[in-house]
């Protein structure tokens, strides 16, 4: 038996335990108006018991911003303008209580970041080689989640290390990868019961039951790439859309930045922030041109990359169903509704 | 059904039959709880999806910026003072406008209502005679409807609209609710304690610029944020940076600001921008005895002047 | 800033001036060998009216103590009406900084004709001595990064 179990009042001491070693532990936490996942101090407690966190813990891999290179402008300098790696070492961490949808939104990252291409991205592999994941499975999914239509589910595995069930009095833990199991081993816990087990699987069924039917994103796949491209769908489906970014910026699997210099005295940084296709100017050339010129193109940039190119490219949609878009577009453009249309 | 939603309907379709306009531009209902969707209505058989309720907050005036085709707008109060900006600052003609004015009740604020539903998602609200209710699994709990209004329709002074072609329902009730509580509260702290009230209430900021995009009065061309050359805030996370972001976007908005809440609400992390907005407006009120939106002859404050305007702060 | 260092600190002011009254102020000032402190740095605007606020918060964030703008007297102006418009922008933006944390004494305005030398050098006086008072820039000042 390898599961192990920790006690809800024991949750703190658990914790305690993953810090050791100069750990970092990341949990969801309430800051100000929304939940995020914070590096947690000593006894502090994540907030658990709330639906996903306002923005994917995909900031604690891909910052918002982040500073790539420095150089210094001084001229009377050798090194003048000869850019320098800024270091990327960092303690090891481990995010607590990350979704299942949000887990394998890291795996997607992976494939962009680490596969894709002929270079990996130095300062997203330093942060994701020494980042261990502990998932909550979610037992009641709300009923903006679908991540049983991308080949998710509220209890899935992929990409956790250790996944965490969330039984009432007790948490269930179940390593999910070797990293996991070493690490649940080093912290000593209980071993579950065969019965907490059996509840765990349990809760995990009823979860999934809850959901209701999926529709198959897959079906996209196999759709003519031209015709979906020059489908006159878009031009009444991005209407209503404001452009604001919102869902890009939330999306756990979103990994557009853009790259900025910047300058301080004589010290310049280059950095990279978050950056999004909804905007004109991501895609602005210098010579004034825009190759995507309005919102429509925009706005079908972003559904095409996530349903069809991506699915080309990798074999799986972009879009690991955390509902995060649908929650919070102000003018309620649902990705579900794209997704069957364009299937159909 | 509600009347206001039968006479939004049949307008829409009239116009469309006739051929007044091309295009009427309302709400229809959301794919979840708690929000609609912005709908674009050509044809008359689409004029059957309009719709109306607590959660038509978006500005609909967003997409009115730099439209060519003659156009129906269904417009709360804010709307139409949005409109009457716009039509100042030439983004749209008044010619090629036709209000379809809906006197307002208010918005409901899903952020509230989430909350008094302590973690219980919400799948239904259900309004009804100044009361609203919300259930779930598990859940069904009712309050007064202007408990749950966002706050920014707390404090309107317009909820009737101040432009319109048709109005949809009889006018509601105006009242003259004091609108700065929280701007003098924060005006009567040193400027130690505001600096550090701003800094900490910016700093969960991600830089989305949803609060920009979303709002309808933010159409330049290029946006301050987006120069590089000079480039006049730095892009990154850094506070200072965020400050000075969040300092010339209401900057940007004296005497324009109509305090719809869009930005707020679009906000992901929750923070309450509107403050900066309202001080301004306190201040252009107070100054020039403007208030933004309300009257189509008087210029924006910015884009005029009188000769005796007040001038005590200058040596 | 350390104690010791805060005796002889000095402020770095940086003033905006148009072209047409307050940088020929200025300069009457000096042709008439009128004493004023010498914290100011000059930069010459064409017109109040093309102070951009940004130049403001651009100064302060690069670590100027304070900031005077200046400009011809109302009906004075140049291109007759630059400055009445710049007087309402200065109201709003002076506000809005300063309901953001930036101390008052921070940031002035001042209308000084070509004729004012005088005018001029007492304007320097007292925006040099609000700026001393308030000690130097720590709000709204970028912070650098020596790090290269
Ligand atoms: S959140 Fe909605 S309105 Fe905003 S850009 Fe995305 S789809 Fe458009
Ligand atoms: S596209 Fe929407 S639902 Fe899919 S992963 Fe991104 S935010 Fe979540
Ligand atoms: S989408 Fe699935 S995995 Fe993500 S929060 Fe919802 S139920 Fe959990
Ligand atoms: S600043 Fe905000 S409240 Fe004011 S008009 Fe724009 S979106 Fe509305
Ligand atoms: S919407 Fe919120 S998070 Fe986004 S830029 Fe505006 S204040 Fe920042």
């Known amino acids: 038996m390898s599961a192990r179990r920790v006690g809800r009042e024991a949750l703190k001491g658990f914790i305690t335990g993953l810090m050791e070693d100069g750990r970092t532990v990341w949990g969801p936490q309430e800051f100000q108006g929304s939940v995020r996942f914070r590096p947690l101090k000593k006894n502090g407690t994540p907030v658990l018991d709330v639906p996903n966190a306002t923005l994917s813990p995909k900031e604690v891999v891909f910052p918002p911003s982040e500073w790539m290179f420095l150089f210094s402008t ?28 949000d887990a394998r939104a890291f795996q997607i990252l992976d494939r962009v970041f680490l596969e894709q291409g002929a270079h990996e991205d130095p300062y997203y592999r330093s942060k994701r080689d020494r980042t261990l994941l502990i998932g909550l499975g979610c037992n009641t999914p709300c009923s903006t989640c679908f991540c049983h239509w991308t080949g998710g589910g509220p209890f899935h595995t992929e990409g956790l290390d250790v ?13 999910v990868t070797e990293r996991g199991r070493a690490l649940l081993d080093a912290l000593q816990l209980d071993e579950a019961g065969a019965d907490e087990v059996e509840r765990g699987k349990h809760i995990a069924e009823e979860a999934r039951a809850s959901m209701g039917e999926a529709k198959d994103p ?47 005295g004589a010290c310049g940084f280059r950095g990279r922030n978050w950056d999004t296709c909804m905007f004109a100017l991501t895609t602005l050339h210098a010579s004034g041109h825009n190759p995507r010129p309005t919102g429509k193109e925009r706005f079908r940039q972003r559904f095409m990359h996530k349903l069809k190119y991506f699915q080309d490219d990798f074999g799986d949609v972009m879009c690991v169903g955390c509902g995060r878009c649908v929650q919070y577009c102000p003018a309620n453009i649902d990705i579900r509704e794209i997704i069957e249309a364009l299937s159909a | ?16 039959e006739s051929g007044e306009v091309d295009l009427v531009i309302g709400f229809r209902k959301g794919s979840i709880p708690m929000v609609s969707r912005p709908w674009f209505v050509r044809t008359v058989e689409d004029t059957e999806l309009l719709h109306w309720d607590g959660f038509c907050s978006l500005n609909l005036c967003n997409y009115l910026t730099k439209r060519k085709e003659k156009v129906a707008v269904v417009a709360k109060g804010c709307d139409t003072r949005s409109l009457v900006g716009h039509i100042q600052e030439n983004q749209i003609q008044r010619e090629q406008v036709l209000v379809l004015g809906v006197p307002c009740e208010g918005m409901l604020d899903r ?36 408990e749950v209004l966002q706050h920014c329709c707390r404090i309107c002074r317009h909820r009737n609209p101040v432009l319109h072609d048709r109005l949809l329902s009889a006018e509601v009730e105006e009242h003259q609710v004091e609108r700065y509580e929280d701007v003098e509260e924060i005006d009567s702290q040193s400027p130690e304690e505001r600096w550090a009230y701003f800094q900490n209430m910016l700093s969960p900021c991600i830089r989305c610029y949803a609060c920009r995009n979303v709002c309808p009065h933010c159409y330049c061309t290029e946006c301050f944020v987006d120069c590089s ?87 | 800033m350390e104690q010791q260092n805060a005796q002889d600190w ?47 918060a ?55 004709s070509a004729a004012e030398g005088e005018k001029f050098a007492q304007v320097v006086q007292e925006v040099t001595e609000a700026v001393k008072a308030l000690g130097p820039a720590r709000h709204y000042v970028k912070e650098k990064i020596e790090v290269c």
């Open chain 1, 218 to 264: 897959r079906r996209i796949k196999e759709k003519d790439l031209m015709a979906l491209f020059g489908s006159p769908f878009w031009e009444r489906a991005h209407e209503a859309c404001v452009k604001c970014g919102v869902c890009t910026y939330l999306c756990p699997t979103c990994s557009c930045f853009d790259i900025q210099d910047e300058v301080r």
């Open chain 2, 1 to 16: 059904m509600d009347t206001r939603v039968e006479r939004i309907r049949s307008e829409a379709k009239r116009l469309l």
């Open chain 3, 10 to 56: 000095e402020p770095k002011i940086l003033a905006f001036l148009c072209n047409w009254c307050s940088y020929a102020g200025a300069d009457l000032a000096g042709v008439s060998r009128l004493q004023y402190p010498p914290n100011i740095r000059i930069i010459r605007i064409p017109c109040s009216g093309r102070m951009n606020p940004a130049f403001i």
């Open chain 3, 58 to 112: 651009a100064a302060l964030r690069n670590g100027v103590d304070g900031v005077l703008v200046s400009g011809c007297h109302p009906g004075d102006c140049h291109y007759l009406s630059g400055n009445y418009f710049a007087r309402r922008k200065f109201t709003v933006f002076k506000e809005l900084l300063e309901f953001m944390g930036v101390e008052e004494g921070r940031v002035h305005f001042s209308w000084v």
């Open chain 2, 229 to 315: 050359r000079p480039q006049w805030v730095g892009k990154s996370l850094d506070l200072n940076d965020v400050f000075t972001f969040h300092l010339f976007r209401a900057f940007h908005m004296a005497g324009r600001c109509t305090d719809c809440g869009s930005c707020e609400r679009a906000c992901p992390v929750g923070i309450p921008l509107r403050v900066l907005t309202r001080k301004l407006e306190k201040v252009v009120s107070e100054r020039w005895g403007f208030e933004a939106g309300t009257d189509l002859e008087q210029l924006p404050p910015l884009a005029t002047y009188r000769p005796d305007d007040p001038q005590d702060f200058i040596k």
């Open chain 1, 74 to 101: 001084d001229p009377g300098r050798e090194d003048a303008f000869v850019l320098k790696e800024v270091p990327q070492e960092g303690p090891e961490q481990v995010i607590l209580g990350i979704r299942p949808c």
């Open chain 2, 111 to 146: 952020r509230a209502l989430q909350e008094r539903a302590e973690g219980t998602e919400i799948l239904e609200v259900v309004e009804s005679d100044g009361r609203v209710e919300i259930r779930g699994r598990g859940l069904e709990r009712s309050f007064p409807r202007q």
């Open chain 1, 163 to 175: 996944l965490m069930t969330d039984l009432g009095d007790v948490y269930l833990l179940e390593p």
